[in-house]
């Protein structure tokens, strides 16, 4: 199993609708997660981390945490095409205190 | 704030040429990482400086990549002799602090290898 796996994609979700964006994980002990967010060409850059299992919420962003079935997702609400990017996910390794980033997913929002 | 500064931003070399890269991160930030994202792949750590002092080379090809930060600031990244795999975008981050946890790391504009 890949230390943290997403899909590839493209996803693609029209104008006004509900992006989400999975990703799953290895280390079951791994406490610290993150959503970046790369345009094409461009360096990625954060836009949500989350520590604790639920719901965290950041304007059109929502970010959710199961520890226990060891995935995080990425919900964006009322997606512009502004949002089509590559979505990297990553997880603070329990076991070395390393982050590993998933391959990313990339959304493509239809106008 | 002036953000994470990287230059070249572009390279072309054949291979076994060798490389360099530099990398001016944000005033102040402590922590320094250097990263290769391969086409269609996540950003893989290569090293992490904490001021001039080396945290984390476990995944930095060393028989060919070398990396330093003198002084705590900025940090050149070389590779020598280059090789076809090695052609990806190499992105340089920095951090207030080393808690990976919690620090935010901020990402350079990235310098585009490739190697022909």
């Known amino acids: 199993q890949k230390e943290v796996e997403q899909n590839s994609g493209p996803l693609s979700v029209p104008e006004g609708a509900i992006a989400s964006l999975n990703c799953t994980y290895s280390?079951?002990?791994?406490?610290?997660f993150f959503w970046y967010r790369q345009y094409s060409g461009k360096s990625p850059e954060l836009i949500m981390s989350i520590y604790s299992n639920g719901d965290k919420e950041d304007g059109r962003f929502t970010a959710q945490l199961n520890k226990a079935s060891q995935y995080v997702s990425l919900l964006i609400r009322d997606s512009q095409p502004s949002d089509s990017a590559t979505y990297l996910c990553?997880?603070?390794?329990?076991?070395?205190?390393?982050?590993?980033f998933g391959k990313g997913t990339r959304l493509h929002i239809l106008p | 704030e002036a953000g994470v500064a990287q230059s070249p931003r572009y390279k072309i070399i054949e291979k076994r040429q060798s490389v360099a890269f530099w990398c001016n991160p944000i005033?102040?930030?402590?922590?320094l990482y250097w990263y290769q994202q391969i086409l269609g792949q996540g950003p893989k750590l290569l090293i992490q400086?904490?001021?001039?002092?080396?945290?984390?080379d476990s995944q930095l090809p060393k028989d060919r990549f070398s990396a330093e930060r003198l002084k705590g600031v900025d940090s050149t990244l070389k590779i020598q002799p280059a090789k076809l795999e090695d052609s990806a975008v190499y992105l340089c981050a920095s951090s207030l602090g080393a808690r990976i946890n919690t620090d935010t790391q901020y990402f350079g504009p990235g310098t585009r290898l490739t190697v022909l």
């Open positions: 280390d079951r002990g791994s406490q610290s």
């Open positions: 990553a997880v603070n390794m329990n076991r070395d205190d390393k982050i590993i």
């Open positions: 400086f904490q001021n001039n002092g080396v945290v984390d």
């Open positions: 005033s102040g930030h402590a922590t």
